[in-house]
């Protein structure tokens, strides 16, 4: 039986040094999937968001650095 990682919003801030509304303004600008959310309709985050934010805060420090992304 596979086990699904469901991480909190704040452990997930914390892996970025953010903020748990951070992560809710990337859902509202549509960087990241909506959370999905449990029985008690508290959000909780999977493996697939941590690798969409690493993703996009790489591409960011692309841009701002002006890095060739190749």
């Known amino acids: 039986m596979e086990t699904l990682t469901r991480l909190r919003p704040v452990d997930v801030a914390r892996r970025f040094h953010r903020t748990a509304s951070w992560l809710t303004k990337l859902e509202r600008a549509g960087i990241i999937p909506p959370a999905p959310r449990d029985f008690n309709g508290r959000r ?12 996009a805060l ?5 841009v701002m650095t002006g890095g060739d992304a190749a």
């Open 44 to 55: 909780f985050y999977e493996p697939q968001h941590i690798e969409t934010i690493r993703t």
């Open 58 to 62: 790489e591409c960011r420090r692309t």
